[in-house]
């Protein structure tokens, strides 16, 4: 049996921009600065024998506001600096109704399938309602990280917390 951390990327992973309270991705990898502690909280899941996938909604490709290579090359280099498995984009927006668009779970779902994943044994760790959410449909246990934005706020979630790192602690706290 295997178990997962699905991880959201800005927000959870790398520092996001604010503008009028809410968050906003890097545009490229100049712009991208990893969150402190982010390192050893997923050496910590890693330690724990998590598998660790990246779910993350990139619509500002499909809005022309950023290109899909910038996008591919944050994530080239999450995965080469960090001890991440894999890491699923949805480049779509909400009018495209897809099903790998967070708030809907279609992403984890393959990562699910993909890796012999137990959805009950694994976490969804996101710093938005849409993440959340996908994680309770999936199945899997959530945890929100809050920063406060001026946004709507998700409905329910298993733990809050402050932190990646905080959420590693809470994690291997369970066993």
């Known amino acids: 049996?295997?178990?997962?951390?699905?991880?959201?990327?800005?927000?959870?992973?790398?520092?996001?921009?604010?503008?009028?309270?809410?968050?906003?991705?890097?545009?490229?990898?100049?712009?991208?600065?990893?969150?402190?502690?982010?390192?050893?909280?997923?050496?910590?899941?890693?330690?724990e024998d998590f598998f660790l996938f990246v779910i993350t909604n990139q619509p500002d490709v499909s809005r022309g506001a950023i290109s899909r290579s910038e996008v591919e090359e944050i994530n080239q280099f999450l995965r080469n600096s960090l001890p991440i498995d894999d890491i699923f984009t949805c480049y779509h927006d909400d009018y495209d109704n897809c099903d790998c668009r967070k708030p809907k779970p279609g992403s984890i779902l393959r990562v699910v399938n993909q890796y012999n994943i137990t959805i009950e044994k694994s976490f969804m760790i996101g710093d938005r309602w849409r993440d959340i959410e996908a994680g309770e449909s999936a199945g899997c246990r959530t945890i929100f990280v809050d920063y406060g934005y001026d946004e709507k706020r998700p409905v329910s979630y298993n733990y809050k917390v402050k932190s990646l790192f905080e959420a590693a602690e809470l994690i291997t706290g369970m066993k």
């Open 1 to 47: 049996m295997n178990k997962a951390i699905f991880l959201d990327r800005d927000g959870v992973i790398n520092q996001v921009t604010l503008q009028n309270g809410k968050p906003h991705p890097p545009k490229n990898l100049r712009e991208l600065k990893l969150l402190p502690k982010v390192t050893d909280a997923l050496k910590i899941l890693k330690d």
